[in-house]
């Protein structure tokens, strides 16, 4: 493939330029700024695509808004000739491709120039200064390695791949690495094994402290049901207690009250009877005394005239007398029950200093008295588990302190400064004896002589076997020593434990009289008195509610006590205006109102006198009314059997206690509906008394019990903790189960990655095999060319790349950096000459020789002229040295002019 011409209408510097390329080797001279790059970025870019944009990236978009891109002839050997053509702002950027009177986009571009792809023309057929600058980087192995890669892909990317695959895989996992990912997992696999096995031997000790801890639970859990039980039923008793005065009244109106009550018809017309009798026993009784006074009344009185004049007012004043009676009633009822209830308050106020200008407030239904009861177990429960903690730090101190004693006591030499085989002084006595028996023996007769070497051979043998234990007791000292440091490490520890918890338990004294001050100020702040301590208002804190109800009943009943007195007192006045005619003074208001009736009947005679001079018309009348009250007796007779009654004088006698049974039925079922529920059999007082303090008695000894499992079950709690801080077994597996995961899954990736690397490796190698004799011969004669027949031959010995010039070996690594570019040059120009029959891209140099000698230019020059036979060759420069060589050589030279200013542009 052939680049025929380009026409720039918008790129970078270039505004409506056309340049034509032929079919060799060709040179593009230009100053530096004077837009060679760009020339080869536009062909790159109607090629591939236009560049993105970014902060980094040089930016070819024209900036006095022109239009972007533009168009490339291309001659394909296979296709013939066409047009490319590419506008950012037509098609969204798209290629639009002209071949034989048809018309494609990019997917027909990509048909065209296939194999060829931006990569492939970037590392094959681009000859840039920053590709040689990186492999003169490289290492001896790598710039081999990377040789090898460019002469069988003809780039340095597989090799570039494969040491990516290699560096992934090195960040992964090394064998001596410590910080690697696997590395690291693999240690963490190593000890969390070692704790599986660890917790594997307490799973026993484990369950059995779960089972006890189980035990306990169920046990707590059955006296808290109790517990909760007997409260109810403490609860249920206090208010018993609270209301046995009314348990008492109901108890006397269920042994008092009548049975039967007769039909409400019956009552009322014996109530009608009662009251018409009634009336007429009065009237005659008036004409009885009237006839009797008739002849004395004194017409003239003074006291008459004052009644004809005040005898509505005092009539209506008479008509109060029942009402009066009433009130008095009341008041005296009312007077009585004040005096108890005052006395219940006193009784409470005395109890707990409460004062009424100031009286309690209720709290039980509060979310603070809530809180404070949850913040009170609370602490609570903090205090017990820290009781138990110093409790089994003390215990553990108490066996670590016996075992450091006995240890001491073993060995005593543990606290001691003694230099280590020093020989004791009396290490030399049994010897000494020994040897003055065998001396003695010598001279005594037998058997004396037997009984003198026994002697020194049990010395001899009792000093070796001391001397044996010894060896023995001095070998395992270390073990000992070591054995009691090891306890007196963990005594410190252990210790440390004590003064933690110890300060723990400062810490929360110091919040449990945070917290009583915060119920010293709750029971200020609700007027609560001496009931200021949670367990007192526990108990107790439902007298708070009486209390207050009692308060409200006092109120009321004072309250309707002073209308009855404001009442009684207006009719009271009332009496001042009979002052003068009747001795009302210093009486009480019920004698002044009996003195005001006689006063109205007396003058009422005197009047009825004053009217009916004639006596027989008196005894007239008070026949009729005997003859009526006879008949009205006779009419009700058979109601009166009806209730067993013989007079009427007896009906109302009857008619009150029938009201007043009445009154105490009413009652009764009130009683009934409130104390049935609370009373479900009959109890005396004492019984009730007796109860209460069994039950008292009998639930401290369960909240004791319940404490004390309470506490036990903590304990175990602790210890159960203890075992699990580092994971329950379950745990564990599930831990080692996730670990097992990620480092399977690190693993395959790091296996991936070196399989990776390894398969490039090996791909390398196979087509190095195939492909590498052919290379190293057109190389080695490049290689003559550009260093004028100074190396003639590239060998590939023990697996190293080596130039010869025939008569000594030169491997790469002695090779200095500009040999080196000569060597990478030439392989490079060998893998394009092996692919020149594809010809798939034009060769595009960008400065390729800047670190070039003259010497060497003018050989690389001699080269592109040679290679152009085969290759269309591109090269840009900015060297005027290069110049003069390509006219020397009769090469196409081409001077860049008319590019505008990029900062205008």
């Known amino acids: 493939m052939k680049i025929l011409r380009i026409e720039i209408a918008a790129f970078g510097k270039w505004r409506q330029k056309i340049f034509d390329f032929s079919s060799g080797n060709q040179l593009f001279y230009g100053e530096n700024e004077a837009g060679k790059s760009t020339i080869y970025q536009f062909i790159q870019a109607i090629l591939f695509g236009f560049p993105s944009k970014g902060r980094k990236k040089k930016d070819y978009t024209p900036k006095d808004g022109a239009a972007y891109g533009g168009r490339l002839w291309i001659e394909h050997p296979v296709h013939g000739e066409f047009l490319v053509e590419r506008y950012k702002q037509q098609n969204r950027g798209k290629a639009k491709v002209t071949l034989n009177g048809q018309i494609g986009s990019d997917d027909l571009l990509e048909k065209l120039i296939a194999p060829l792809t931006k990569e492939l023309f970037q590392q094959v057929f681009t000859f840039q200064q920053e590709q040689l600058t990186e492999l003169d980087h490289l290492r001896e192995k790598e710039l081999h390695d990377a040789l090898i890669s460019l002469g ?53 000790v484990f369950g059995e402290l779960i089972n006890q801890e189980n035990d306990y639970r169920k046990q707590q859990e059955r006296l808290l049901k109790q517990l909760k039980d007997m409260n109810e039923q403490f609860t249920r008793l206090k208010q018993q207690e609270m209301n046995f005065s009314l348990y008492e009244e109901w108890q006397q109106l269920n042994e008092n009250t009548l049975d039967d009550i007769p039909e409400e018809q019956l009552l009322l017309d014996l109530s009608e009877f009662s009251k018409r009798y009634q009336q007429m026993s009065e009237r005659l009784e008036e004409l009885e ?58 009784i409470l106020e005395q109890r707990w200093q409460w004062f009424r200008n100031n009286e309690p ?76 028996a065998v001396v003695v023996g010598l001279f005594v007769p037998m058997p004396w002589k037997l009984l003198f070497f026994a002697t020194a051979v049990g010395l001899i043998a009792y000093r070796f076997y001391q001397g044996k234990n010894g060896t023995n007791q001095n070998n395992r000292f270390p073990e000992i ?274 399989i990776a690397g390894t398969f490039l490796g090996d791909l390398s190698t196979e087509m190095s095999e195939r492909q590498l004799p052919q290379l190293l011969k057109a190389a080695g004669h490049y290689l003559s060319i550009l260093t004028k027949d100074k190396y003639q031959e590239i060998l590939l010995k023990n697996d190293t790349l080596t130039l010869t010039d025939g008569y000594t070996d030169f491997p790469i690594y002695e090779l200095s950096t500009g040999t080196k570019d000569q060597l990478i040059m030439a392989m490079r120009f060998a893998y394009l000459s092996l692919e020149a029959n594809r010809a798939l891209c034009p060769i595009i140099i960008d400065d390729g020789w800047l670190h070039y000698d003259h010497q060497r230019k003018y050989r690389l020059a001699e080269l592109l002229a040679g290679f152009g036979e085969k290759y269309q060759i591109i090269c840009f420069s900015s060297d005027q040295e290069m110049v003069s060589y390509y006219q020397e050589l009769q090469q196409s030279v081409n001077k860049l002019e008319g590019a505008n200013n990029e900062k205008t542009s």
Do not use: C
């Open 481 to 754: 020593k070591g054995m009691w440091q090891e306890k007196l490490g963990q005594l410190d520890v252990v210790l440390a434990q004590i003064e933690e918890i110890s300060q723990s338990k400062k810490q929360n004294q110091e919040e449990q009289l945070s917290f009583q001050r915060k119920v010293a100020e709750f029971a200020f702040q609700h007027s609560l008195g001496k009931m200021n301590s949670l367990t007192i208002m526990q108990e107790y804190g439902q007298e708070v509610a009486d209390y207050l109800k009692l308060r409200e009943v006092f109120d009321r009943k004072q309250k309707r006590e002073e209308e009855i007195h404001q009442k009684l007192a207006q009719i009271d006045q009332k009496f001042d205006a009979v002052k003068e005619w009747l001795p009302v003074q210093d009486k009480m208001i019920s004698e002044k109102m009996s003195l005001l009736s006689n006063f109205i009947q007396e003058m009422e005679q005197m009047k009825f006198a004053r009217s009916y001079q004639q006596n027989t018309l008196l005894k007239q009348e008070i026949n009729q009314l005997k003859k009526k009250q006879k008949l009205w007796i006779q009419q009700y007779s058979e109601k009166m059997q009806q209730v067993s009654l013989s007079y009427p004088s007896e009906v109302p006698a009857y008619l009150q206690k029938a009201k007043q049974t009445k009154q105490k039925i009413k009652r009764l079922t009130e009683l009934n509906e409130l104390l049935t529920p609370l009373f479900p059999k009959k109890v005396t007082r004492v019984q009730l008394l007796s109860e209460l303090k069994h039950l008292q008695e009998t639930r401290a000894q369960l909240q004791a019990e319940e404490k004390s499992v309470s506490e036990q079950r903590q304990r175990i709690q602790l210890q159960v903790e203890e075992l699990q801080r580092d994971g329950t077994l379950d745990e564990l597996y599930q831990q080692a189960s996730r670990q097992k995961a990620e480092l399977q899954q690190l693993l395959t990736k790091w296996g991936g990655l070196e």
């Open 152 to 204: 069988i892909t003809g780039s340095s990317h597989v090799f570039q791949k494969r040491q990516e695959y290699y560096q992934q895989a090195q960040q992964l996992f090394k064998k001596k690495g410590q910080k690697l990912p696997i590395n690291q997992k693999l240690n963490d696999w190593k000890i969390l094994q070692d704790k599986i096995r660890q917790k594997q031997n307490q799973e026993a």
């Open 361 to 436: 407030k209720e709290f039980l239904d509060e979310e603070e008295w809530k809180e404070l009861i949850a913040e009170n177990r609370q602490l609570q429960d903090r205090s017990n588990q820290m009781q138990i903690r110093l409790q089994i730090a003390k215990e553990q101190q108490q066996t670590i302190e016996a075992e450091v004693n006995r240890l001491e006591e073993t060995y005593p030499s543990l606290v001691q400064i003694q230099p280590e085989n020093e020989p004791t002084n009396n290490d030399w006595k049994p010897y000494a004896l020994g040897a003055a």
């Open 289 to 346: 005394e009237t006839l009797e006074k008739h002849s004395g009344m004194d017409q003239q009185s003074a006291r008459y005239y004052f009644y004809l004049e005040q005898e509505d007012t005092l009539k209506e004043l008479l008509q109060q007398q029942l009402s009066t009676e009433q009130l008095n009633n009341e008041r005296q009822r009312l007077q009585i029950e004040t005096r108890e209830t005052e006395s219940e308050l006193k």
